[in-house]
C-alpha cells in the first residue's frame, strides 16, 4: 500500500465508442475526479484524461498515499437549545455524538444571532487506497453520456458495454469492482493488431506500453501522427491534403492508431461541382480530399482513416465502391435538378412550413426579397447593389427543394449557386444565393458582397422579428430557432461591410413585412426588446476586441447605430487605460452634481468669491463645446475624445479649487448649471461617467 504520494491510473475498457462519447467523457472526467478528490481531502498534482474509442483513461499525477488529519471547529445548536438549567440536552448530546467528542468539551461561542454551542470534530486520515474503491467507482457512474446501454442482466448503464477496469496507485491495484467486472492491472492492445492482453506494472509505464501494442492512448499523439500520415498519403497520390478541421476531429477518435489508405473515383466524377465532391466524401465516409499541388484543381482521389494496417487493398476496393456509388447518386441529383429552372423551383417553397405561425418558407423568401431592399434604401446603397440583392434573394431559397440539398443539406445555398450559374445566371446575383447564409457560425467569414450582405440581414432580420413577435425569445440557455446567433450575424455583417444602418429602422421595416399574420407584439414594442437583445450582442461582439468600459461607454448614446458605437468606442481605445479611468472618475462627479442643477443656462462666473480655476473650466466648457459639436458633425470622433481628455484635468482642478456647493444661492446655483451644463454636452459624445467601469457580459 502507497504510503507517499504516487500516480492514479484508470482505465475503462469498453466496446467502440462513438467519436463523440469519447470527447464528452474526456473533457468532463478531470473536473469530475478533481472535485471527488477535493471532498476528500486528497492531495494531488495535473489530472488529465486519455482515450481512445476502446478506452477512457484517467491519470492523477501526484496523489497523496493518504488524507491528512482533520481537526475542525464547527458551531452546533444555541446555547438555550443545548442546556436546560445548566444540563445537557439531547441537542447537546447528538451534537457531541456527531463530534466523537464528550458532551463536557463542548464550549459556548458569541454568534450573530446569541450564543452556540461548538466543538472540535478530530478525525484520523484514511488510507487513499482504502477510499479509492468508492471514488473511482463514483467516478464512473458519474460520466454524462448522450445515450446509454445495459446488457447482460444487471441493471448498469454506460455509453457501451465495459469489457475490462484497470485501477493502479503507484504499484498497487485499487480493489474493486462494477458492473462483475474486477479491477486489475491488465489492459489489451489494439483489437487488430496486437490484441493479447498486456499487464501495467505502473501509471508511468501506461502509455508506453500501450504505444508498442498500437495504441496512442494520448489524443494529442495520435493527432499529431494522423496528420503526418495524411499529408504523406496525399503527396505520395500526387496532391496536396485538403485539410478538415472537422474530420481530423472525427477520424482521431474512431481510432486507436491511424492509418491512411488512399483511393480513387474515377475522372469522370469531376463534373460534378468540388462541395458535392466533398461533401459526399465529408458527410458519408470521413474522407479526405486532395488537390493537384500545380494547378489547385481537385484530383479524383481521395483518402480514408482506418483503424488497421491489415489488407489496405481490400479496404481501398470497398472505399472504391462505396465512393463511386455515392458519387453515382449525386450526379443522378445532380442532372436531374438541372432540368428545371431555378426559379420555377420557387412556387414549390409554399409546401414548406417555416414556423407554423409566420407562414411558408415562401412568404418568407417573398418578405425576405422586400427587406432587402428596405435595408439597402435604408444604407444608402447604390441601385445596382439593390437591384442585384433582390434578384438574389428572388432565388435564394429555390434550391431547398431539389434533390441535392434533400440530400445534403448542408449544401444549401451551395447549389443554388451552381444550379443558378449553369442555368445563365450572372456571377453577382448567384453569389448571393450562396452567400447569404453567411455566416453559418462564430468562425465563419461574412457574406462577400454589399449584396448578399444586405439579403443575409434581411434573412436573419425576418427570423429574429417573426420569433420575437410570437414570443419565441430566447429564454435561458434554450434558442432552438438559433437568435443569438442570427443576431450576431446581423451585427457581424453590418460592421464587415461599414452599413450605417440605423437598427430601430430596420426592425420596424421586418415587422412590416408580416402585415395580415397574427403577431403578439406590437411594433414599437418589437422594437425595444430587439433593440435591447441587439444591445448586449453588440457589447459583447465590440468588447471581445475593445476595452469593455469603452463600449459600454458608446452603447447608451448610439446603440442604435453599430457602425458608429465601433466608432466611438475605437476612438475612446486609443486613450490610455489611466487616462480614461481619470476620465470616468471626473465626469462621474460631474454626473452627479449635475442632478442638482436648476433650470437655466450657466453664465460667466462673476463677484466676489470666484476662484480662477472657475473661469479657466467655463471659458474651457465654451471651447469644449463647440469642438464637440464640429466633432459631431464629420464624425471625427479621435478629435472629440483627445478634447474631452485634455478637459479633464482642469475639470478634476475645479473639483479642488472650488466649493459648488456654496452658502450664495445664485453662486450655488450657477456653479450647478454649469455642471450640468458640461455632463449634458459630453454626454451626447458618450457615457464619460462609465469609463473605468468593465460592464458585465449578457446572459
Not at 442585384?388 to 445555398?413: I, N, Q, R, W, Y
Request: charged share 25%; net charge negative; glycine share 8%.
Amino acid at each position: 500500500m502507497p504510503t507517499e504520494a504516487s500516480d492514479l491510473l484508470l482505465e475503462i475498457g469498453v466496446e467502440e465508442l462513438p467519436a463523440s462519447f469519447v470527447d464528452a467523457a474526456l473533457r468532463v472526467l478531470p473536473d469530475l475526479a478533481t472535485k471527488r478528490l477535493s471532498d476528500l481531502r486528497l492531495a494531488h498534482g495535473v489530472v488529465r484524461a486519455l482515450g481512445t474509442p476502446r478506452r477512457l483513461t484517467l491519470i492523477v499525477e501526484g496523489l497523496a498515499g493518504r488524507q491528512p488529519d482533520l481537526e475542525e471547529e464547527v458551531t452546533g445548536p444555541p446555547v438555550k437549545a443545548a442546556y436546560k438549567d445548566g444540563v445537557p440536552t439531547r441537542a447537546a448530546e447528538a451534537f457531541a455524538q456527531k463530534l466523537g467528542c464528550p458532551v463536557d468539551a463542548l464550549r459556548r461561542a458569541a454568534g450573530p444571532k446569541g450564543e452556540y454551542v461548538v466543538g472540535t470534530r478530530r478525525e484520523a486520515g484514511k488510507a487513499a487506497l482504502d477510499l479509492l474503491p468508492e471514488l473511482l467507482t463514483h467516478l464512473i457512474v458519474s460520466i454524462p453520456f448522450r445515450k446509454s446501454m445495459r446488457w447482460g442482466s444487471g441493471d448498469f448503464a454506460f455509453g457501451r458495454p465495459i469489457q475490462w477496469l484497470l485501477a493502479l496507485h503507484g504499484e498497487a491495484i485499487v480493489p474493486f469492482a462494477l458492473a462483475g467486472i474486477h479491477a486489475g492491472r491488465t489492459t489489451r492492445g489494439h483489437r487488430f493488431l496486437a490484441p493479447a492482453e498486456i499487464s501495467i506494472q505502473s501509471p508511468a509505464a501506461y502509455v508506453p506500453a500501450l504505444r508498442a501494442v498500437h495504441v496512442l492512448v494520448d489524443p494529442e499523439e495520435r493527432a499529431v501522427l494522423l496528420r503526418e500520415r495524411l499529408v504523406a498519403a496525399a503527396s505520395e497520390a500526387g496532391g496536396t491534403l485538403i485539410e478538415d478541421d472537422f474530420l481530423a476531429r472525427e477520424n482521431l477518435s474512431l481510432v486507436e492508431e491511424p492509418h491512411v489508405v488512399d483511393g480513387s473515383f474515377g475522372s469522370e466524377f469531376l463534373d460534378l461541382p468540388e462541395r458535392v465532391i466533398l461533401e459526399v466524401a465529408r458527410g458519408h465516409q470521413r474522407y479526405f480530399g486532395v488537390r493537384d499541388t500545380r494547378t489547385g484543381a481537385l484530383l479524383p482521389r481521395y483518402l480514408t482513416v482506418v483503424n488497421t494496417a491489415e489488407a489496405p487493398e481490400n479496404i481501398r476496393r470497398g472505399s472504391d465502391r462505396v465512393m463511386r456509388a455515392r458519387l453515382s447518386d449525386a450526379r443522378f441529383f445532380y442532372t436531374e435538378d438541372l432540368r428545371v429552372p431555378l426559379a420555377e423551383r420557387r412556387k414549390k417553397l409554399a409546401g414548406i412550413v417555416f414556423q407554423k405561425r409566420l407562414g411558408s418558407v415562401l412568404s418568407k423568401a417573398e418578405r425576405v426579397e422586400r427587406l432587402a431592399r428596405e435595408l439597402g434604401l435604408l444604407a444608402q446603397l447604390p441601385e445596382p447593389v439593390l437591384v442585384t440583392a433582390a434578384s438574389g434573394a428572388h432565388l435564394a431559397k429555390c434550391d431547398l427543394v431539389s434533390l441535392m440539398v434533400g440530400e445534403f443539406p448542408e449544401l444549401e445555398g451551395e447549389m443554388g449557386r451552381a444550379y443558378a450559374l449553369a442555368q445563365g445566371v450572372s456571377p453577382d446575383v448567384a453569389d448571393v444565393i450562396r452567400d447569404h447564409y453567411q455566416p453559418r457560425g462564430a468562425a465563419d467569414v461574412t457574406a462577400s458582397t454589399p449584396a448578399a450582405a444586405l439579403v443575409s440581414i434581411a434573412d436573419r432580420l425576418d427570423t429574429l422579428a417573426g420569433c420575437f413577435a410570437i414570443g419565441l425569445s430566447p429564454t435561458g440557455a434554450a434558442d432552438p430557432y438559433g437568435l443569438r446567433r442570427a443576431c450576431l450575424g446581423v451585427l457581424r455583417t453590418v460592421l464587415d461591410h461599414g452599413f450605417d444602418l440605423r437598427l430601430s429602422d430596420a426592425f420596424r421595416a421586418a415587422y412590416d413585412g408580416y402585415a395580415g399574420v397574427t403577431l403578439d407584439l406590437g411594433r414599437d414594442e418589437l422594437v425595444a426588446r430587439l433593440g435591447d437583445f441587439f444591445t448586449e450582442r453588440l457589447r459583447g461582439l465590440l468588447s471581445d476586441r475593445l476595452p469593455g468600459d469603452a463600449v459600454g461607454a458608446c452603447l447608451p448614446v448610439a446603440s442604435d447605430r453599430p457602425l458608429d458605437v465601433r466608432a466611438r468606442a475605437s476612438a475612446i481605445a486609443s486613450l490610455d487605460a489611466d487616462v480614461r479611468a481619470r476620465v470616468g472618475e471626473v465626469f462621474k462627479r460631474a454626473a452627479n452634481i449635475a442632478d442638482k442643477a436648476p433650470p437655466g443656462e450657466p453664465t460667466a462666473p462673476a463677484g466676489e468669491g470666484i476662484h480662477p480655476t472657475e473661469t479657466l473650466v467655463h471659458d474651457g466648457y465654451l471651447a469644449l463645446r463647440e469642438r464637440l459639436a464640429q466633432a459631431a458633425r464629420t464624425g471625427a470622433y479621435a478629435e472629440a475624445f483627445s478634447a474631452v481628455a485634455e478637459f479633464a484635468p482642469k475639470l478634476n482642478q475645479y473639483f479642488v479649487d472650488v466649493y459648488v456647493n456654496a452658502d450664495d444661492v445664485a453662486l450655488r446655483e450657477n456653479r450647478l448649471r454649469l455642471m450640468r451644463a458640461i455632463a449634458e454636452t459630453c454626454s451626447s459624445l458618450a457615457r464619460l461617467d462609465l469609463l473605468g467601469d468593465v460592464p458585465k457580459p449578457a446572459a
